[in-house]
């Protein structure tokens, strides 16, 4: 069992101090989990070493059998060395002993009994023993994915509130997390725009991501604080610096408290230039903390996260029912709905028998709806029957080829032929738009302003893609900046195109709900945000805090640089300026 106090360093995603008890979420690839078994449980957890042990070697039967018949006995011979030592009473009885007398649990006796094995065939110094060492390597994963594929039946009963200790986490996984279980998340993998961050944002549960080996350092039930507003673990803190951080806990609840009472005020630069601020959600029980939070409506709503919480392909009724559930709560309010972007981290990839090689400049988004016509079509006659019961506008994601939209287009007008001979209702002038997130589609603006109503830019991927940062990796996190020359000159290539077309532009991507960067694009000329709801309390008070006049100066200056570092130092300095309330501590940078 590890001891004493350790402080990690990660990136902080979600804001907020929590501290509780931890529990660590294994990988049979990258990390067992470690943790004391309390006495009374030894037997329990003998039986579950028993029970997973059984089921690998049933699986392993039916790969002997069934490769037996379609490839020959020879090549069912390997099966047959693999079922011979999960059935060997050498390897597996000091498993058992280990469990009872040392009480660790069965995974870490599991993994050290393969690998001292694996070491001695290794030792033996030939070509064919170490194909042996490999073979019981592969023997280690098979057992400890029986042993770990109960993570989620953990997650799914726990029964005191704690923090989610992980190498990785799928969106998928953050979103079904039982929010007043999961009080914390902590990952060795990540970075601030990873969809897994956008979630655990928008769920509101303090998290850092990319921290360096989290998981190797937790122990299961080890006392761990998060700070996601800094980005520091402290992994069994002792008494001090627990009390430390309760009053750090305070603070941030008083500053929480004292941002709602800016949230139903009205969102007004103070020369009197309003800026619409909108909220971005996954699911319609969101548009509830949208207006909690004083937003105007929906600017994005990311209708992907239906088929990824749900174990089957959504039908066009459960799609409409969810469409049509969130413009009801809307009640006459704007809501743009984007169009499944699936793909990359979301989704297709885990069901993919031969997964992409660079998912994220692969089939996703609209290429994987342009290449899946009945799913494309089954979702825009949802989002068109939805059309009929109040203001609705349609976006496609990650759009880069004019090609692109206007085959987008076809589909989508096909759909409507169908729905108007079908005599189904929908709303004929629904305004259909594109995200702005490739290079391409920002530098081609001019052609795109011609075929569409709206622009929404977004950052997110707009980022990734002009830097060639992935923005989900931990280790060129660094290098993931919207304060990048670069990537505020498409922005504002963008912004003067749509308004000189008479297109209308809002922005969409994690910037939005960035304090630093509020008076920046309102100087760019954006007059729409669209945020997490959470963040939308905060932007409020910049906004009123500053000035048209002083934006625009701002954006003028900030144009002339050339580097990243000069742009976040002249916004922060100039938001200490107006509003140093939001350097309380609590700005994200
Ligand atoms: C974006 O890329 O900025 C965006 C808003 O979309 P997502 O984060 O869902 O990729
Ligand atoms: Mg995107």
Avoid at 28 to 45: F, G, K
Avoid at 284 to 304: C, I, K, W
Wanted: charged share 25%.
């Amino acid at each position: 069992m590890r001891s004493g106090m350790q402080s990690v360093k990660g990136i902080p995603v979600s804001p907020g101090i929590v501290m509780g008890r931890a529990i660590v979420l294994g990988n049979a690839e990258t990390h067992v989990p470690r943790r004391i078994i309390e006495s009374d449980s030894l037997d329990l957890e003998v039986a579950r070493l028993d029970t997973a042990l059984q089921a690998a070697v049933e699986d392993l039967a039916i790969l002997r059998d069934r490769t037996e018949a379609q490839i020959g006995r020879d090549a069912a011979k390997i099966f047959g060395f693999h079922l011979g030592l999960l059935q060997d009473p050498t390897l597996l009885a000091p498993m058992r002993t280990r469990i009872i007398t040392d009480r660790v649990n069965a995974e870490v006796a599991v993994a050290d009994a393969f690998q001292r094995l694996a070491d001695q065939f290794r030792a033996l110094g030939s070509e064919m023993f170490s194909q042996k060492a490999n073979d019981v390597l592969d023997l280690d994963r098979r057992v400890l994915a029986k042993l770990m594929g109960e993570d989620e039946n953990r997650l799914a009963t726990l029964t005191e509130p704690s923090i989610v200790i992980a190498h990785e986490l799928t969106p998928s996984q953050t979103a079904g997390m039982d929010r007043t279980m999961v009080i914390g998340i902590a990952t060795d993998l990540g970075g601030r725009t990873s969809h897994t961050s956008i979630v655990a944002r928008a769920i509101e549960i303090p998290c850092v991501v990319g921290c360096s080996r989290v998981m190797g350092r937790v122990a299961d039930g080890d006392m761990v604080i998060i700070d996601g507003d800094t980005g520091v673990i402290i992994v069994r803190p002792d008494a001090r610096t627990l009390a430390e951080y309760r009053i750090q806990q305070e603070r941030f609840s008083v500053y929480r408290s004292m941002l709602r009472n800016t949230a139903q005020l009205e969102s007004v630069t103070k020369d009197g230039t309003r800026i619409q601020l909108l909220g971005n959600i996954e699911f319609p029980h969101e548009v509830e903390s949208v207006f909690a939070n004083g937003g105007d409506g929906v600017g994005l709503y990311r209708t992907e996260f239906l088929y990824l919480t749900s174990d089957h392909e959504p039908t066009e009724e459960e799609q409409f029912a969810a469409y049509k559930s969130t413009i009801e709560l809307l009640k006459g309010r704007p809501c743009t709905i984007r169009t499944l972007d699936l793909g990359a981290d979301k989704y297709t990839q885990q069901r993919a028998s031969e997964p992409e090689r660079n998912p994220f400049l692969g089939l996703r988004s609209i290429r994987y709806c342009l290449q899946h016509k009945p799913l494309f079509k089954t979702q825009l006659r949802a989002i068109l029957r939805a059309s009929a019961f109040g203001p609705l506008k349609v976006m496609f994601p990650l759009v880069s080829t004019v090609m692109e939209l206007r085959q987008a287009r076809l589909i989508f007008n096909d759909v409507c032929e169908e729905l108007s001979e079908e005599g189904v209702r929908y709303d004929p002038n629904i305004p259909v738009g594109i995200m702005v997130e490739t290079p391409s589609a920002a530098l081609m603006a001019n052609a795109f302003a011609k075929e569409v109503s709206f622009f929404s830019i977004g950052t997110n991927d707009l980022i990734q893609y002009t830097l060639a940062v992935d923005r989900g990796n931990e280790r060129v996190a660094h290098l993931y900046s919207g304060a990048s020359p670069a990537v505020l000159y498409l922005v504002k290539t963008v912004v003067r195109t749509a308004r000189r077309s008479g297109v209308e532009c809002s922005l969409c991507g994690e910037v939005a709900g960035e304090a630093i960067y509020t008076m920046l694009l309102i100087g760019l000329g954006l007059r729409t945000l669209s945020l997490v709801p959470s963040q939308i309390p905060l932007i409020k008070r910049v906004i009123r805090s500053t000035t048209i006049e002083h934006c625009e100066e701002l954006a003028r200056r900030v144009g002339s640089f050339d580097s990243e570092r000069q742009v976040l130092n002249t916004l922060r300095d100039e938001l200490r300026k107006v509003d140093p309330g939001s350097f309380a501590g609590w700005v994200a940078e």
